[in-house]
């Protein structure tokens, strides 16, 4: 089957034939109908994000269940699904509480392979990873059944594919992890993937006051289509005035931070007010983080992290589509630009050129 596989950092990515073993004990082989190309994939590329190589990335996307392994109850063959990177066991001490997003057994086979240790993916004897469980850049993904969240099979599943990463840790960090209220103001550090399912989650929450940060101009227009009310351009202005300018001089209720950079991992902080809530979803920085802890005593301020927007997949992606059924979330115009597999590279240079909202690799 073909797959796109990076061998190595800061190296374009091979699309390639590679062999694929059949699924064993509780899991399952899925025909991938779409992928997103997310920049989480593009931090695999750099090294941002460690994964062992050689590795098929892709971490967004949905497709057919092919064929299961044994002791499969959770899909059958047929079955539309959204790939989730989290195979979350549903009896571990986090699943239990709700936190499926945080599983204790999720990761226990080790970054790179499926849960027993191994992968499923070769090319010459030699053993090829998958990224983030899911590695949905390949026309088959071989996932532990948890990973296949079953969905309406009247949902596009170009359209679904998104949930699978950017639209659920976007939209689930305001309505999951900051909880945000109506009426309130929010502030979001990049428009990119993540940060433009951010301003559609806080339009679905109710926020008053919804403030796009970006350096790029196209990606600000992105924002005010997906419902921002006030952009800022940050190579233009210094974002934490122009923010306290928009707020009343206090800062806005929630700042989320979408980009994974020190700077903006530290500007959150101070972008909001008193009781305020900053959260950081981007892929955290390869550096500490500095910023003075009186400002967040005094202020009484909280910092939370948002690793998957706090989903249970089981539960928020089938709530995210009936959304967008709703007419509620949008998902059509986040797709900018389709591409093919053997394209991949160039919808990286697309992504990283603030070209797209998203772009969708179909099959
Ligand atoms: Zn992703
Ligand atoms: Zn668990």
């Known amino acids: 089957m073909k797959a796109a596989v990076l061998y190595e950092l800061n190296h374009p990515v091979i699309v390639e034939d590679i062999e694929m073993e059949g699924p064993k004990e509780g899991e399952v082989v899925v025909k991938v109908a779409a992928t997103g190309v997310c920049h989480s994939c593009y931090h695999a590329v ?6 062992p190589l050689p590795v098929v990335l892709g971490d967004e996307g949905a497709g057919i269940v092919e064929e299961i392994g044994s002791g499969v109850t959770l899909v059958k063959p047929g ?19 709700g936190y499926a997003n945080l599983c204790l057994n999720a990761r226990k086979g080790g970054r790179g392979n499926l849960l027993d240790g191994t992968t499923r993916y070769k090319k010459n004897g ?22 296949a969240i079953p969905i309406d099979k009247d949902i596009s599943l170009e359209k679904a594919a998104l949930v699978g990463c950017s639209v659920t840790t976007g939209v689930c960090a305001v309505i999951n992890t900051a909880e945000v209220r109506p009426g ?8 990119g993937g993540i940060g433009l399912n951010v301003i559609q989650g806080a339009v ?19 924002a005010r289509q997906f419902g921002a009310t006030h952009t800022i351009n940050a190579s233009e202005v210094d974002p934490i005035s122009a923010i306290k300018d928009l707020t009343d001089g206090l800062g806005a209720d929630y700042a989320f931070e979408a980009i994974g950079t020190r700077t903006t991992y530290e ?9 305020g809530k900053a959260i950081w979803i981007g892929a955290p920085p390869r550096e500490p983080v500095s910023f003075d802890a009186g400002v ?17 997949p089981r539960y928020d992606m089938p709530r995210l589509l009936a959304l967008y059924k709703a007419g509620v979330l949008k ?5 900018t630009r389709t591409y093919r597999l053997e394209e991949v590279n160039e919808a990286f240079t697309a992504m990283l050129n603030g070209e797209v909202a998203r772009g969708l690799i179909c099959f």
């Open 46 to 51: 750099t090294g941002m994000l460690d994964t």
């Open 79 to 97: 079955d539309h699904v959204i790939l989730s990177w989290v195979p979350s066991c549903g009896h571990c001490i986090y699943c239990s509480q």
């Open 126 to 147: 030699k053993s090829i990873h998958h990224f983030a469980m899911v590695a949905s850049f390949a026309e088959y993904s071989v996932i532990p059944q948890e990973c």
């Open 184 to 191: 309130t103001s929010v502030v979001v550090f990049g428009a």
């Open 204 to 222: 679905i929450a109710g926020a008053e006051k919804i403030i796009a940060v970006d350096l790029l101009d196209t990606k600000l227009e992105f």
């Open 267 to 275: 500007q959150v902080i101070h972008a909001i007010r008193n009781r």
């Open 296 to 312: 967040v005593f005094w202020g009484e301020k909280t910092v939370m992290g948002s690793n998957y927007g706090s989903a249970r």
């Open 331 to 335: 998902l059509d115009e986040l797709i």
